[in-house]
């Protein structure tokens, strides 16, 4: 029996994305979907993309339609947002959240870094849901937590090195780059084609960016210490993928590191480490992240490379496969399509 799906503000990128992984599964169907600007009309009517393939109709939220005709919703909502109406159907159905609500474990952080949690009580529950490091826990979470792109592109070269203590704690630099979907399907001077078109810049450079206290969060709990990171992002003019080039000081050589990460995601069907530097061209539209590293024989700095689409793996491919694993099922079914290439 196929499970059944409701999205939360699926009119967006990431709710968009979801549809169309989950018209693709093989055991997962959708049966509510909402959106605050479009309740009431046809799916199709906002994404062209769907027309011929769907009729449902966006409605509004109530938590007894949704309890009862859905198995797991995917929140789609802003940070803020997302955890008041999380709360409203935590344990009735399964939750995948894909905003920054249950991710930070630590009240007073979250506060700092966004604003008050209106429900704290259900944090504890929730599952961080990077799948390749927390794969148990998700299979038996009612609550998942979906990290953030950046931190998916930074997380899953450096946990199992950190975790293996083979790289410097107190010296990790990481460089990342997003396409400008990443900012959203809302309207801003800043990712106006105009403005991006032609250009690459940085934007929150120092200790700005929200997604700063998720990577720490996860290397610290990896290193058994507090680890802090310099962290700054960079807007490419592309519509989607994510390129992080992360630094770290190490005495390991190339191939050991290599080996460290191999071995780490033996067996994961979405992390592969390349020989090579990876391209966000070789995972557009996948669920997959590709690690390059590279050191020189006479530095004591590694550079390794990290490239994921930010939609699918970043967001709601990691969504998909973790609700695989919280129903049981194959951890790559509706996640096996090829790049979108060229």
Sequence with gaps: MAVSVGILGATGY??????????????ARVTFCSSRQHNGKRLDEVHDFLRG????????????????????????????????????????????DLSADFRIKDVSVYRAWYQDHTCPDLIQDAVYG????????????????NPGCYPTSVLLPLVPLVREGVVD???????????????????????????????????KAGRS??????????LSHAAGREVTIAFTPHLLPISRGMLSTIYV?????????????????????????VDGQPATKDVRGTNRCL??????????RAVITSAIDNLTKGASGQAVQCMNLMFGLDESAGLDALCLFP
């Design 130 to 145: 990077l799948c390749e490091i927390y794969r148990d826990k998700i299979r038996g979470a009612s609550l998942v937590a």
């Design 249 to 273: 000081v190490t005495r390991s050589d190339e191939a050991e590191l290599k080996d460290c990460l191999r071995t780490a995601y033996d067996g994961s069907p979405f992390v592969r480490v």
């Design 53 to 96: 393939t769907t009729d449902i109709v966006l409605e509004d939220f109530d938590e007894d339609e949704i309890s009862r005709r859905c198995d797991v919703v995917f929140s789609c909502l802003p940070h803020g947002a997302s955890m008041d109406f999380v709360s409203r159907i935590a344990g009735r159905v399964k939750v995948v």
């Design 209 to 218: 960016h929200r997604h700063i206290p998720e990577m720490e969060q996860e």
């Design 14 to 27: 990431t709710g968009a994305e979801l549809l169309r992984l989950i018209h693709l599964h093989p055991e």
């Design 169 to 203: 704690k107190d010296d990790i630099i990481v460089d990342s780059k997003s396409g400008v979907s990443g900012a959203g399907r809302g309207v801003s001077l800043r990712t106006h084609i105009c403005e991006v078109g032609e250009s690459f810049s940085a934007y």
């Design 291 to 300: 690690i390059g590293v590279v050191k020189h024989p006479s530095s004591r």
